[in-house]
């Protein structure tokens, strides 16, 4: 039996009992920080047909970081949990080619690194110098890294530092502030070390000094190709560092290459440059592969790393493009049988505000990942409530508290959750939480929100 009543739906015997809303939708609908706020609520059990919950559950809302949880179980289903991209390095002619296959890991823990192991693999096969240049070819993706959703006070920092075919230190770089001048609000920030610095960028500082307690709300402005990047906003007072997105990551990846070599004792008499080369019918002297798309799920899940998830996506399709890879999720779940019906994809990672889901759709897709195959890492790829990941402070000391596990999405006025758990029944279920534009931040609310369904449950 289901009761539909206005805009909301809700479902019985379950949660319905003798009332128009459960006490646990009915405070967060009312909530005085909801009022504003547009909700989207799913609750389906694994087993079984009907949702156990539903509030406007078919309403298109801004997912946040949860749409990465579309973007991995796709990927885990469609490129297997065993999958890993390959970096490869050739010798042709008097060029060595650094040839990129999408690997958002590639040098991400330290810059030379993984050099140090293709430089003995060139010495292994008797290479004492490189007469010629050394590329990087960055063709695995499509050229355009950013899509065209992406807001510009994101594009020019670390979060928003799309996927090249040739990704290296996590797209990104350093920039530390030093107290020279004098430390006061609304004073200039003085911009000691770049680090790795952009090769060929110019960067303008206006930063100042923020007000105490303002943390930090500085944003470093200019896109890919970029060659000049200016640095607005404040930090806070003190030493403090804050990450860009490089404008040209593979040809910091050659650029740092060349000198390790030369360093390491192979002499480069060439220039370090960025292109498109035909190797086919060459062999490589070394491939480098990355950890399983297992790891890499579990990392995109676990810290919301934007650069795993939109590369994950745009490997999903051969062409590498964006437009394929939205072709190709809509496609895995339409033959899955999930209405797709207001669902807009415009990235793998959920930084587009423009992108939007239902908290049906999400719910469902997670739903059927559970019965996959590919289900149980999926599912050990989400952070648990209160303990780990994002979610480690999230319904800490609550009774959700190592009940649930779920993916969490935040950006300015959008809060969101999409996950499973396990109620006080002992049966399992599958939730999307969908939260735009709250009066203020929605966290607690929500937490508490979730602590009683599952005790209800």
Request: aromatic share 8%.
């Amino acid at each position: 039996m289901k009761i539909s009543v206005g805009l909301f739906l809700v479902f019985v015997p379950m949660v319905v009992v003798g009332r128009i809303l459960p006490p646990s939708l009915k405070a967060l609908v009312e909530s005085s920080v909801m009022k504003p706020a547009s909700i989207g609520v799913f609750v389906v059990p694994l087993e079984g047909e009907e949702a156990v919950m539903a509030w406007r559950a078919d309403k298109a809302l801004i997912p946040a970081s949860t749409m990465k949880v579309i973007t991995t179980a796709t990927a885990l289903q469609v490129l297997g949990p065993e999958f890993a991209f390959e970096t490869k390095i050739y010798l042709k002619g008097d060029d060595l080619v650094v040839e990129g296959g999408g690997d958002p890991i590639l040098g991400a823990t330290s810059l030379t690194g993984d050099f140090a192991v293709w430089a003995r693999a060139l010495k292994e096969a008797g290479v004492t110098e490189i007469a010629g240049d050394i590329i990087a070819d960055a063709s695995f993706f499509e050229e355009q890294r950013t899509p065209n959703a992406w807001p510009w006070g994101d594009v020019g920092n670390y979060y928003g530092a799309g996927p090249s075919g040739l990704n290296y230190h996590m797209n990104s770089f350093e920039l530390t502030f030093l107290p020279k001048s004098p430390m006061k609000p609304g004073f200039p920030a003085d911009l000691f070390k770049v680090w790795p610095e952009p090769p060929g960028v110019k960067i303008i500082n206006h930063m100042k000094w923020g007000q105490k307690g303002s943390g930090d709300q500085g944003y470093v402005y200019g896109g890919p190709g970029a060659k000049v990047m200016t640095l607005r906003g404040t930090v806070p007072m003190g030493i403090f560092k804050i990450r860009g997105a490089m404008p040209d990551p593979p040809l910091m990846c050659v650029t740092f290459l060349k000198d390790f070599l030369e360093t390491d004792g192979i002499a480069v008499k060439g220039e370090a440059r960025v292109g498109q080369v035909e190797v086919e019918g060459l062999v490589p002297v070394f491939v480098q592969k990355s950890p399983s798309l297992a790891k890499i799920v579990k990392g995109t899940n676990h810290r919301s790393v934007n650069l795993y998830a939109d590369s994950i996506f745009k490997a999903l399709t051969p062409s590498g493009s964006t437009d394929a890879s939205v072709g190709k999720v809509n496609e895995h779940w339409e033959k899955q049988g999930v209405d797709l019906t207001g669902f807009v994809m415009h990235d793998g990672s959920g930084l587009s505000p423009r992108g939007t889901v239902t908290a049906r759709q999400l719910a469902m897709i997670l739903k059927k990942v559970r019965g996959d195959e590919t289900g149980e890492v999926f599912v050990k790829s989400l952070p648990v409530a209160g303990r780990s990941g994002t979610l480690a402070g999230f319904g800490k000391g609550m009774g959700i508290e190592g009940k649930v596990r779920a993916k969490s999405g935040t950006m300015t006025r959008v809060k969101a959750y999409a996950g499973y758990f396990h109620g006080k029944s002992g049966r399992e279920y599958a939730f999307a939480i969908l939260v735009n534009n709250a009066a203020a931040p929605s966290k607690a609310v929500m937490a508490r929100f979730l602590e009683r369904i599952v005790l209800d449950l």
